[in-house]
C-alpha cells in the first residue's frame, strides 16, 4: 500500500502528538500550579491589556511554574527535554514536508 | 490497594493513571484556538482538514520554545510574552508559508491573528475552567 505526501504528514502528526505527550508527562507542569499566580496582571498582560496598561512593568510571574517549579523538566538542565523538543519539531518538519510535496504550485 | 503492584517489566509510559498531560491540554487549547482563525484566512487555498493539519504541525514546532524556552527564561513575564509572540508569528508565518506554497503575506497576517487571539483568551480560559 502506497501512501500519499498528505496521509505521511498526517502519520507525522499522530508521531509528534505522542512525542508532546512524552514531553508532557517529562516536563512536570502542572496547571493547578499555577493557583498561586498572579491572576490579574496575566489577564491585564493580554494584547487588549497592554493597551490599556503600557506603563505596568511586573516581574518575573511566571518562571517558577514553567521551569524550576519541579525538580525535572527544566529545559536547561534535563537533556531529555531537549532531546524530545527536537523529536517533535523534526517529526513535524518532516510531517510539513510530506504536506509541501502534496501540493501543487499556486500560480 | 497501596503503591503500584504492576509487574516492573511494564515500562513507564504504560502507567497511564499516573500520566501528566497538563502540557498537552494547554498544546491543544491553543491550538484549536487558532485552527478557525487561520482556517477563515486560508479556506480559498486549503480545505479545513488540510489547514488543521499544518497548524498542528507547524504549532507543534514553535508553541514547546515558547513554553519550556520563553516562558521559563528568566525574563520578566511581559519581556517573555511578548517575544514568544514574535517568535511564534515569525516561525509560524515561515513554516505555512513554505509548507503550503502560499506567499509570506498571506501566512503573517493569519498567524498575527492567529497569535493574537489564542495570547488574548487562553489565559482566560485555563483561569475559568482550572483556577
Known amino acids: 500500500m502506497k501512501l500519499s505526501y498528505e496521509q505521511k504528514a498526517w502519520l507525522c502528526l499522530l508521531a509528534v502528538l505522542f512525542a508532546l505527550t512524552m514531553l508532557s508527562e517529562r516536563s512536570g507542569y502542572s496547571i493547578r500550579d499555577l493557583k498561586t499566580v498572579n491572576w490579574d496582571v496575566v489577564l491585564m498582560l493580554t494584547p487588549s491589556g497592554i493597551v490599556n496598561n503600557l506603563l505596568l512593568t511586573p516581574e518575573h510571574y511566571l518562571r517558577p511554574y514553567y521551569s524550576q517549579h519541579s525538580e525535572r523538566g527544566d529545559l536547561f538542565g534535563d537533556p531529555a527535554m531537549v532531546v524530545l523538543l527536537l523529536l517533535v519539531g523534526c517529526m513535524a518538519i518532516l510531517g510539513l514536508l510530506s504536506f509541501r510535496k502534496s501540493r501543487k504550485p499556486i500560480a | ?131
Not at chain 2, 66 to 73: K, L
Open chain 2, 1 to 131: 490497594m497501596h503503591g503500584d503492584t504492576r509487574p516492573s517489566f511494564i515500562p513507564q509510559i504504560a502507567k497511564a493513571d499516573s500520566m501528566n498531560f497538563d502540557y498537552l491540554y494547554t498544546f491543544t487549547q491553543s491550538n484549536l484556538l487558532e485552527v478557525p482563525i487561520y482556517f477563515l484566512i486560508y479556506r480559498r487555498f486549503l480545505t479545513f482538514r488540510q489547514t488543521l493539519l499544518i497548524v498542528t504541525l507547524a504549532n507543534s514546532c514553535t508553541h514547546p520554545f515558547v513554553f519550556f524556552g520563553f516562558m521559563g527564561s528568566g525574563w520578566s513575564y511581559l519581556t517573555s510574552v511578548i517575544i514568544a509572540e514574535m517568535f511564534a508569528v515569525g516561525g509560524e508565518t515561515g513554516l505555512h508559508s513554505f509548507a503550503s506554497k502560499l506567499s509570506w503575506q498571506r501566512p503573517f497576517f493569519a498567524a498575527l491573528v492567529a497569535n493574537l487571539f489564542s495570547w488574548q483568551v487562553a489565559p482566560a480560559l485555563t483561569y475559568l475552567f482550572f483556577l
